[in-house]
C-alpha cells in the first residue's frame, strides 16, 4: 500500500508560478511511475506529467515548456514546478503512483494509487 500526501496548492495571478509536492509513503514497485492528474470543474481528468523509475519524464502537450516534473529518490518526493501559468491551468491536481512497464509513463503506468488533491486556482 502506497500513501501520497500533495501539497504546494494556491492561488495566483496568470503568468505566475507554483511548486507542488507529493510525498509517498509506502513500498513502491521496482518499475514505478509517479504522476501529475488534474480535473477541473465540469471536465474530465486529465494527465499533466509523469516521471519514472529511471527519471524519464513525459508531459501534456499543454504543459510542455511551462511544467516540469522531478522527483527527489532520497526523499521519495515527486514535484512539478508550473511556471508561466494560465487561469485555463485552474483545477485541482492529484498525484498518482503505479506500475510502469515502458513506453511514455505517463500514458502507459497504470495508477494504483491516488493523493486527495491540492487545489491550484489561477486568476487572470
Known amino acids: 500500500q502506497v500513501q501520497l500526501v500533495e501539497s504546494g496548492g494556491g492561488s495566483v495571478q496568470a503568468g505566475g508560478s507554483l511548486r507542488l509536492s507529493c510525498a509517498a509513503f509506502?513500498?513502491?514497485?521496482?518499475?514505478?511511475?509517479m504522476g501529475w492528474f488534474r480535473q477541473a470543474p465540469g471536465k474530465e481528468r486529465e494527465g499533466v506529467a509523469a516521471?519514472?523509475?529511471?527519471?524519464?519524464?513525459s508531459y501534456a502537450d499543454f504543459v510542455k515548456g511551462r511544467f516540469t516534473a522531478s522527483q527527489d529518490n532520497a526523499k521519495n518526493t515527486l514535484y512539478l514546478q508550473m511556471n508561466s501559468l494560465k487561469p485555463e491551468d485552474t483545477a485541482m491536481y492529484y498525484c498518482?503512483?503505479?506500475?510502469?512497464?515502458?513506453?511514455?509513463?505517463?500514458?502507459?503506468?497504470?495508477?494504483?494509487?491516488w493523493g486527495q488533491g491540492t487545489q491550484v486556482t489561477v486568476s487572470s
Open positions: 498518482a503512483a503505479g506500475s510502469w512497464y515502458g513506453g511514455s509513463c505517463l500514458r502507459t503506468a497504470l495508477f494504483h494509487y
Open positions: 509506502g513500498y513502491m514497485d521496482s518499475s514505478y511511475c
Open positions: 516521471v519514472d523509475v529511471n527519471s524519464g519524464t
